[in-house]
């Protein structure tokens, strides 16, 4: 059986030799005002939620953070930073934290304006729900060869 490699955080080179964590980086520096603080401030809060995190830089801009799927994007606008859950719909949000993109079947989005207070408990929770979600969708897929099978005698 062949065991996938999981790339820690920042260690992949993409083309160049830049990896997707400096990409994020250099976009928390670029932006120099409220949206690249807070930015930092989420990816510090996803890397405690989940220290397997794996940072992505796709679609000509966007961080993104998977761990066995993509967990959320980080989009940063004129006047929000937005982060869109993959799967928010199938994601328990006790704290109402998703206050955007939810007339959808499978994304959930939370707008984060200037000023505006980040409950770091719920949203480490629901990164959390997010990455649970991401590993038992990943297990269910597994062929059915690679499922132990129970023995009755």
């Not at 999981?6 to 520096?29: C, F």
């Not at 066995?68 to 719909?89: H, N, P, R």
């Given at each position: 059986?062949?065991?996938?490699t999981m790339k820690k955080s920042g260690a ?19 932006l120099g005002d409220w949206r690249g603080e ?111 099978k129970s023995t009755s005698a």
């Amino acid at each position: 059986m062949k065991k996938a490699t999981m790339k820690k955080s920042g260690a992949s080179e993409g083309k160049g030799g830049s990896s997707p964590s400096r990409h994020i980086d250099a976009r928390i520096k670029e932006l120099g005002d409220w949206r690249g603080e807070m930015l930092a401030r989420i990816r510090s809060i996803i890397k405690q939620a989940d220290p397997e995190v794996i940072e992505e830089w796709k679609w000509r801009g966007v961080p993104v953070w998977e761990h066995d799927g993509i967990i959320c994007t980080g989009e940063t606008y004129k006047a929000v930073v937005k982060m869109t859950f993959a799967k928010g719909a199938s994601l328990e949000d006790p704290s109402g934290l998703f206050n955007s993109s939810l007339e959808g079947n499978t994304r959930r989005a939370i707008d984060i304006r200037e000023g505006d207070k980040v409950d770091e408990k719920a949203l480490k929770a629901l990164i959390r729900e997010a990455v649970a979600l991401n590993t038992s969708k990943r297990a269910a897929a597994r062929p059915a060869g690679a499922r132990k099978k129970s023995t009755s005698a």
